[in-house]
């Protein structure tokens, strides 16, 4: 079993910042990918930001310029910097990890959810 731990949520005004955090634990050998996803009311969900083990990004259209997703691998935490933020960017945040578990079986989990609400 794998434990993801998000924080950093919260309500900001239009334009403003927030940092997500995400901290990984549990049966993991080794970490692939680490990414955010969110999902807005009544929408599916839809890939934020992904980064690789050596820190090749990517980023959703409505990402690009404002997020920033970076990664600490010595401690299997993944951040995402979100700046100039704008209410339609209000969603649950989800932690994503792409991983080997001890077993070297490729494995999937996603965190519960952090509330990001962004008002005008």
């Known amino acids: 079993q794998v434990q993801l731990v998000e924080s950093g949520g919260g309500l900001v005004q239009a334009g403003g910042s927030l940092r997500l955090s995400c901290s990984a634990s549990?049966?993991?050998?080794?970490?692939?990918?680490m990414g955010w996803g969110r999902q807005a009311p009544g929408k599916q969900r839809e890939l934020v930001a992904m980064i690789t083990r050596g820190s090749d990004t990517n980023y959703a259209d409505s990402a690009k310029g404002r997020f920033t997703i970076s990664r600490d691998n010595a401690n299997n935490t993944v951040y995402l910097e979100m700046n100039s933020l704008k209410p339609e960017d209000t969603a649950v945040y989800y932690c994503?990890?792409?991983?080997?578990?001890?077993?070297?079986?490729?494995?999937?989990?996603w965190g519960q959810g952090t509330l990001v609400t962004v008002s005008s």
């Open positions: 549990g049966s993991i050998f080794r970490i692939n990918v």
């Open positions: 994503h990890v792409n991983y080997l578990n001890p077993g070297f079986q490729i494995m999937d989990a």
